[in-house]
């Protein structure tokens, strides 16, 4: 069975940082591009961050860019999205996905990210 669980939300302080996990099972991860997305109440899901598969390209929306990090490991089966510097704006339910090309496929769970002002 393909699975993408996000993991490693929480409540954290402002400025404080948290690291989310993606963890594919049932399909080997490295084969497809990785993005990270979050849905604010009362607001659209938005991507703010995607790795490639292959040459491991990343890209980051300005909204986290210089404070969210992106990153996989292969032989563990996940990407990484390492957020430090955390705002309360930074406040969604955050969700990964998995794509080999032209749109994502594979939709994990949510894993809720609360920051205190």
């Known amino acids: 069975e393909v699975q993408l669980q996000a993991s490693g939300g929480g409540l954290v302080q402002a400025g404080g940082s948290l690291r989310l996990s993606c963890t594919a099972s049932?399909?080997?991860?490295?084969?497809?591009?990785i993005g990270w997305f979050r849905q604010a109440p009362g607001k659209q899901r938005k991507g703010i961050s995607c790795?490639?598969?292959?040459?491991?390209?990343?890209y980051s929306d300005a909204a986290v860019r210089g404070r969210f990090t992106i990153s996989r490991d292969n032989a563990k089966n996940t990407v990484y999205l390492q957020m430090s510097s955390l705002k309360y704006e930074d406040t969604a339910v955050y969700y990964c996905?998995?794509?080999?090309?032209?749109?994502?496929?594979?939709w994990g769970r949510g894993t809720l990210v609360t920051v205190s002002s």
């Open positions: 049932g399909f080997a991860s490295d084969n497809y591009s």
């Open positions: 790795i490639s598969a292959g040459d491991g390209r990343t």
């Open positions: 996905a998995a794509g080999a090309g032209g749109g994502y496929e594979f």
